[in-house]
């Protein structure tokens, strides 16, 4: 049997097609597996953060929690958030994530802020996250060593007008007729060694 030009072109050329397909195949489900890989690394590693937070945040204090408006400078009538973290645990903490809840009269959260106490206080990262310059686009942070204490100051970005008018009208948070009490709580959400 003599198999034709015509049939062993077309055999030919569904066997590169086959073949081709076949190693496209492969090469994506080896790449597939490498970012699913990367993923499964992430959420291990966040994991493993929250799991530290739990843990550790009874070593974690924040004293001297409080809001205010800024009084002078550029940043005047803006509201912060300011205390002092201590570790007092046995670990060096490098990187600790913390939410601050504003509370009302009832206990019920009015407002929240996530943020990393080690970061700088004016929100430089802020002003550099779409820049490409790798040098100011991941800010520096301090750790936090233990049997240690840091201060932090935060910029308080989307404060809602009843907490921005309480902090206007000062200290009588108990007079006012303000939803917001004055109470502040805080939470470790994850944190680094």
């Not at 060096?92 to 913390?98: N, P, Q, R, S």
């Not at 805080?186 to 944190?191: I, T």
Request: include cysteine; glycine fraction near 8%.
């Amino acid at each position: 049997m003599i198999i034709k030009k015509k049939s062993l072109i077309v055999a030919l050329i569904s066997s590169i097609v086959i073949s081709s397909v076949l190693v496209l195949t492969l090469v994506g489900y080896v790449m597939y597996i490498e970012l699913k890989g990367e993923e499964f690394k992430r959420s291990y590693v966040e994991l493993l953060r929250k799991a530290n937070a739990k843990f550790y945040s009874k070593y974690v204090e924040v004293s001297k929690l409080s809001a205010a408006l800024v009084g002078t400078g550029a940043l005047r009538g803006r509201p912060i958030i300011e205390g002092l973290v201590k570790n007092t645990g046995y670990k060096d903490i490098a990187d600790l994530l913390m939410k601050v809840k504003f509370l009302d009269r009832d206990g019920a959260v009015i407002y929240e802020v996530v943020f990393h106490p080690q970061e700088p206080s004016l929100g430089s990262a802020s002003l550099t996250q779409g820049l490409a310059i790798p040098y100011l686009s991941s800010p520096s942070r301090l750790i936090i060593k233990y049997n240690d204490s840091m201060p932090f100051k935060k910029i308080l970005t989307n404060c809602p007008k009843e907490i921005l008018e309480e902090l206007k009208k000062g200290a009588g948070f108990a007079k006012s007729r303000g939803r917001w009490s004055g109470t502040l709580s805080f939470e470790v959400l994850s944190l680094d060694f």
